[in-house]
Each structure stands twice: as C-alpha cells, then as structure tokens.
C-alpha cells in the first residue's frame, strides 16, 4: 500500500510556479521525504530528499510541513522539460541503499501549457 | 561516470517463454534493484540484490527470479510468461550511504503475445 497521497495530475503553464503536494500522514521519524520523477520513455530520476527542514537544489525545492505529514515540491519557474510524472515516496533512514520495499504509488502527472 | 545500463531496450515473448533481463549498475554501487511498470498498477517493487545476496522481496510469484555477480552486475528471470507480465521492467542501483538515491536505468520494454 502506498504510504503517500499525491493528486493524479496537475497542470501548470511555462514559467510560472509549480507546487506539487504529497499527504504522507503515517511518517515515521526515521523516514527521509524523496521526490523522484519520470519523463516519457524514461526510468525515474531523483529530483531532491529532505527529512525536516525545506532543502533547496539546482532543480527544485522541498518544503517539509512543521509535523512532516506532508510536503510540497516546488518548481520554481516550470519548463516544458518538466512535464513528467513525479513520485514522492518515504525512505527509512535506516535502511541501506534501496533495501527497503519502495512503494511509488501512481504519482502526479504535470502538463506544462507553452 | 556511465549511468545504469539496461539490455535489451525492448523484447518480445510468446505465452510460456522465458526471458532474462540485464543491469549494469553504476561503477561502485553493490546494491541493485528491480521493479516492474504497468500503466494499471504503476511501479512495483520486485527485489533488491546487495553483494551478490538477495536482501528485500516484493509480492511477485516465483516465476520472477533474479541474481547479481560478482561485479554487481544483475540479471532478472522471468518464467513462463503470461500476457500480464508484459511490462516495463527497471532497474536501479544505489550507493551504500544511507540516504543513497536511487539510480535508474532506462529500462526493458516486455511485450508479451
């Protein structure tokens, strides 16, 4: 069963603002909050991770909700190259590598409008 | 640094078929990962190697096998084939830390008729 709550799709226009929302409220304390997403005809790839505060990289932003039972990725000016499904999944910190039983879920499928 | 190589790219089977699928994780990564996509029940974990012993199993009958070389290379076996096990089949490798992400390849498009 998946642990996240992600709405199917969304949809944004180039160069505006995307925020994309996952409900994750059976988080456990040792799990890090990880945002994967896939273009057509491609594997996953990762976009960023974050455990309790909001982290920033060259491709999206995470912020974390104070009692962590929920998220938001945020795309700051989206392109056309980022329409893709986007997964948002838990990942215990104790577990190595990918060990664990990852459950993606069906993810968000953005459609960015030109 | 080469990413996650998956061979074939794309491979078609008949009915009671068997098939075996190839990974080459990315240089220094030991654990390997796979997981199936269908459109109806997205991605599924199948089973995740680490230096060469099976380590996680997901909820996939035993037609579905895999294994992993000495050289973290890894194999996935799948046999007799049915028609519902047509599929995109990946594969990712990860570092050891603990916050390791998680490396995909491009993945094995499964067309079975």
């Known amino acids: 069963d998946a642990k996240t709550t992600q709405p199917n799709s969304m949809e944004s226009n180039e160069e505006e603002p995307v925020h994309l929302p996952c409900n994750h409220s059976t988080i456990s304390g040792t799990d890090y909050i990880h945002w994967y997403r896939q273009l057509p005809s491609q594997g996953p790839e990762y976009v960023i991770h974050g455990l309790t505060s909001n982290v920033n990289n060259r491709m999206a932003s995470l912020a974390i909700a104070e009692d962590r039972k929920s998220s938001t990725l945020i795309l700051h000016r989206a392109t056309l190259r980022d329409a893709a499904v986007y997964y948002c999944i838990l990942r215990d910190l104790y577990s190595q590598g990918g060990s664990e039983k990852l459950v993606f879920g069906k993810g968000t499928k953005l459609t960015v409008n030109p | 640094k080469a990413g996650v190589t998956q061979t074939p790219r794309y491979l078609i089977k008949t009915r009671g078929q068997q098939v075996t699928l190839s990974c080459s994780p990315i240089?220094?990564?030991?654990?390997v990962s796979w997981y199936q996509q269908t459109p109806g029940q997205g991605l599924q974990f199948l089973f995740e190697y680490f230096s060469e012993t099976q380590r996680n199993k997901g909820n996939f009958p035993g037609r579905f096998s895999g294994r992993q070389f000495s050289n973290s290379r890894s194999e996935m076996n799948v046999s007799t084939l049915e028609l519902g096990d047509s599929a995109l089949y990946l594969c990712?490798?990860?570092?050891?830390?603990?916050?390791?992400?998680?490396?995909f390849g491009s993945g094995t498009q499964l067309s079975v008729l």
């Open positions: 990712a490798s990860s570092s050891d830390r603990e916050e390791g992400e998680l490396f």
């Open positions: 240089s220094g990564h030991r654990s």
